[in-house]
């Protein structure tokens, strides 16, 4: 068990710094983004407003119909929607 524990330490170690360089590239194209759409936010900002956009799914009991909305509920997350086009 220990050494199954160990391996799985080892492969951690190799997998944090990939996931390092994935959050920067997707940092880094979210920054090139916004600067060529001319937005004045900054990347961190429009992270925090995309982080409190939801979406729900309700499906219907009668008819198993799926219908999926985004809830924008502020102008901010409005316009990243207009932004993002979604």
Not at 65 to 71: F, G, I, S
């Amino acid at each position: 068990a220990s050494q199954s524990f160990y391996f799985k330490g080892i492969a951690e170690v190799f997998v944090f710094p990939l996931r390092l360089l994935g959050a920067y590239k997707v940092y880094k194209e979210l920054e090139r983004y916004l600067k060529n759409k001319k937005v004045d936010l900054s990347p961190e900002k429009v992270i925090e407003i995309l982080q409190n956009i939801y979406q729900i799914e309700v499906c219907l009991p009668n008819t198993n119909e799926l219908y999926t909305r985004v809830l924008l509920l502020t102008d901010e997350q409005k316009n990243i929607a207009k932004i993002f086009g979604f």
